[in-house]
């Protein structure tokens, strides 16, 4: 049976939905419930007043807005908790709180923990007007402030994974894309620091003279591509290769080119994990 909710008052609703009252029990001590039952009912009011408030002058879908005083709220959380972990991580002496502790604290992998923490060091210190302990950002190596280790596992798990892929079959795709995305891979990782300027594309009917111009300066750009990407360390390539791969695992399309595109990775992969810096 479906209920009509129209006439329903949607502001007292939601306000229900984001304060639910104690059940009898659930309330330590017990004589305190009814003081509790009332502050919660008090919150309550405060939260329908200010829906009906905001609807009234902003949209005149209540529901509407609720979820987006939600995600604006989901969106702050998320912001201090990662200014909390690169706290937790280069703050606080003598060394930070271990990775392992602070993941099992966020559920995060231990790989994304570092990548986060790392990110808001400087965020951090313009809050604080203080540097991270030691006097300078802690390197932790491949997102994860140990060794390579991990990221090198990785990469030979991939490459085996890879060697029997089919592209038709979305679902193994879609795990593996997934496995490579809770580790902190992300789409063309550190691809930014390669290529600074876009290639030069040509249109129908371009000179010989603007065909070899854009050659030379394409192909220019190209060796200073692969010469950055020789002084990274191993962990940075392997994310790199990983972040390449990404875009194809989350789109798959099967073809000639994506069967040799992934054959190529696969042998990269192979070799970056038993590369040594």
């Known amino acids: 049976m479906v209920v009509c ?13 984001l304060y639910p009252l104690p059940e009898r029990g659930t309330v330590e001590p017990a004589e305190a419930f009814d003081d509790a039952v009332d502050e919660i009912r008090r919150r309550q009011d405060d939260c329908a007043e200010r829906l009906r408030s905001a609807a009234g002058t ?18 702050d959380a998320d912001a201090r908790m990662r200014l909390l972990l690169g706290y ?9 709180y271990s990775l392992d502790t602070l993941a099992a604290v966020c559920h995060l992998t231990d790989r994304g923990v570092g990548k986060i923490a790392n990110a808001q060091v400087d965020n951090v210190a313009r809050v ?14 491949s997102n994860a402030g140990q060794d390579d280790t991990d990221l090198r ?3 030979r798990t991939t490459a085996d994974s890879l060697r029997r892929l089919d592209l038709n079959d979305k679902d ?6 997934q496995t490579l995305q809770d580790a902190g891979i992300e ?14 594309r040509l249109t129908f009917g371009a000179s010989h003279r603007e065909i070899l111009e854009a050659g030379v300066k394409n192909s220019t750009a190209m060796s200073s591509a692969f010469l950055i990407l020789s002084t990274w360390p191993t962990y940075m390539r392997i994310e790199h290769k990983l972040g390449i791969l990404l875009p194809t695992l989350l789109n798959p399309t099967p073809s000639p080119s994506s069967t040799s595109f992934l054959d190529g990775v696969r042998d990269d992969l192979l070799k970056l994990s038993d590369h040594d810096d």
């Open 128 to 141: 604080l007007g203080v540097p991270p302990v030691g006097g300078k950002q802690l390197q932790d190596r």
């Open 172 to 177: 193994t795709c879609s795990s593996l894309a």
């Open 187 to 200: 789409p063309h990782m550190h691809g930014d620091q390669l290529a600074p300027t876009p290639p030069i």
């Open 5 to 17: 909710m129209t006439h329903r008052d949607q502001a007292s609703d939601i306000a229900a939905l």
């Open 88 to 96: 937790a991580r280069h703050f606080v002496g003598p060394r930070g």
């Open 58 to 75: 902003t949209v005149s879908d209540v529901v509407l807005e609720a979820l987006a005083a939600e995600v604006a709220a989901k969106a």
């Open 153 to 155: 596992e990785l990469a």
